[in-house]
């Protein structure tokens, strides 16, 4: 199991977890969830619910990546499987995205 702390303007928003490569589940932080403050962090994830499930990475996370040969040259030199897309996001996504969502590794 993997987990990475999802970032909104750098505030910690909630837990990105994958289970096995078919069980991603995305859950809000207590503190996040409850402010009225904080704004979802896209339309696909509403602050209506708190947790979601799915059996692939979540199309919102899966376009923070990049595509073609820049994704090919990022796993060689990472020396990332070009299918572990979980693992690519975790390499990739903590600096400089487009957007406010930024990605942390958990330890």
Do not use: W
């Amino acid at each position: 199991m993997r987990q990475l702390a999802i970032y909104r303007n750098n505030i910690l928003a909630g837990i990105l977890t994958e289970g096995n490569h078919q069980n991603y589940r995305f859950e809000y932080d207590d503190k996040y969830f409850l402010s009225s403050d904080n704004q979802a962090i896209s339309l696909t994830f509403p602050k209506t619910q708190r947790a979601f499930q799915c059996t692939f990475l979540f199309p919102f996370f899966y376009n923070m990546l990049s595509e073609g040969v820049n994704r090919k040259l990022q796993c060689l030199l990472l020396k990332i499987d070009e299918n572990d897309n979980f693992g690519l996001l975790a390499k990739t996504s903590q600096f400089d995205t487009i957007g406010a969502i930024t990605v942390k590794t958990l330890p």
